[in-house]
């Protein structure tokens, strides 16, 4: 799950864009952690760029000075959530190709059918793909469609008929903004729904003309002044040329209105509006079904034994005040957070884990001291967190510490650009079936374990609507991680493939963690083992092959036998470079110098 972000000035004489762009990176900052960049277009059709591992204030460094070498009218920005694939530079997106007539891709989603698509582009495109990210593949596709034109300059019926086929070879879910040099903006989504994106407009400052801005959430947009918000409908791309108004094409029909629900249980920040519904009273609507679930679980004299509800921050902020007065018992703020220590559920190790929720939340213990607590969390996906905070509410002397999740368990993969955990990972789904929730109970050490079920789920988001964009009959939601129901068609075998990824990814996570730890001098001894030898394996499956042992590479080899046959390359673990960095552009980004 990535931010994604574009925006073109009125005045093409501007080079203000990428200040503004800037800024809004901030107000997506929790979309996505691990790299961001931005790509601008100045005039003559050039094309600047910044992008690099980290968070904005670490890319752009704290007072923004790498904005200034961005000039230009117009440019995409982009937030990275990592689900497949390593961590370097490399895959820091927005993407560029040079051919055909310069196009910048920032992507936010996930596609199934990446090794079709990697074949095509090697035996039939020809076309070279640098990095495991599958937005480089889509870019590549949409490349070779739009090449297929020939002519010099291509115009909005050529780029609608290259995004057209790009969407018939791509199976998955996305929402993409796209730059073409010196013609516009692109922006597309899926035609399921299933990610965001979302477009608004505002007054020149100059006063002559519009500004437009497309964005994965309606915070972006306001924050810098757009209003007039318009949801780009599944299937539906915006083509902004500068100077014009958007135009908008249906790409393909609309298969489904199926917004990812992860997004109002959790990732979406409660002050956005996304697909016409408020994340805040969507969470609001989630705590008082959550509360009716819990008078139906509990008894009456079990309800009244609960001396206070606790929220677990952040998400469950908005939907623990709602329980609690529904079920009419106090309200405390119980833990602290610090704001500095990043997700927990997408570190690499258990016990990287582990460590990372005492450091991330702290309990005060005369909230908790004699007291039957309830705490509210916004979901489960590992166990390892609610496990932690469980702990920690005991150890602040609590007397009985009763968990509610405002999701139902978390049973199957997310495959649309959320790596929450591998299928077996998951606490409510242990040895290929769902796990009773008494167990869940005894394994993270609460009195009483209760889930919100999924119909409820879906009516609190339904029930806040606040400016259609879709008559309700149409609108259904994603919701595959909790019944194993996807919305696009999934081949069994792309299970096995993400299965292999994530095993990979990890294991290239841990060895940077820990090479890391080493070169900044705070490595504990497993991590120095790790950085010199490598282990055989790591607590809760992960695992890591010794420095120097050959493994397959997860990407086909460009070898052609004369069959058009592929065959699977090894590369050995201990001649991998640290770090890549882009080969697409000169990205200062990449560098740390002063």
Known sequence: MCGILALIQANASDTSVATELHESLYFLQHRGQDACGIATCASGGKIYQCKGNGLASKVFRDDGSRVADLPGYMGIGHLRYPTAGTSANAEAQPFYVNSPYGICFGVNGNLINATDLRHFLDFEAHRHINTES???LMLNIFANELNETGKARVNDKDIVGAIRRMYNRCVGGWACTAMLAGYGLIGFRDSYGIRPLIMGSRPSETGEGIDYMMA??????????FGDFVDILPGQAVIIRKGTAPVCY????????APDIFEFCYFARPDSIIDGISVNQSRENMGYRLASKIMR?????????IDVIIPIP???NTSAPCVAARLKRKYYQGFVKNRYVFRTFIMPGQKARQKGVKRKLNAMDEKFAGKNVLLIDDSVVRGTTSREIVGMAREAGAKKVYFASCAPPITHAHIYGIDLASPNELIAHEHGHDRAIEEIARHIGAD??????LDDLKAACSEAEVSPSAPPKERDFEVGVFCGKYVTPVDDEYFKHLEEVRGETRKMKVLEKAREAVANGFADKEELEIATNGVKGLEGGDAVLPRGQVYEDLIDAQVDDGNHSRRKVSRDDGKLPKDRMDI???NFGDFHGP
Request: glycine fraction near 2%; aromatic fraction near 4%; proline fraction near 2%.
């Open 584 to 586: 697409s552009l000169h």
């Open 297 to 305: 679980t509990m008894t009456p004299e079990e309800v009244k034994d």
């Open 448 to 453: 009483r374990v209760i889930f919100q079920d």
């Open 216 to 225: 994965s959430e309606s915070v972006a947009l306001k924050q810098l002044g």
């Open 134 to 136: 599958d937005s480089e």
């Open 250 to 257: 249906q790409i393909q029909d609309q298969k489904r209105y």
């Open 314 to 316: 952040e998400t469950s």
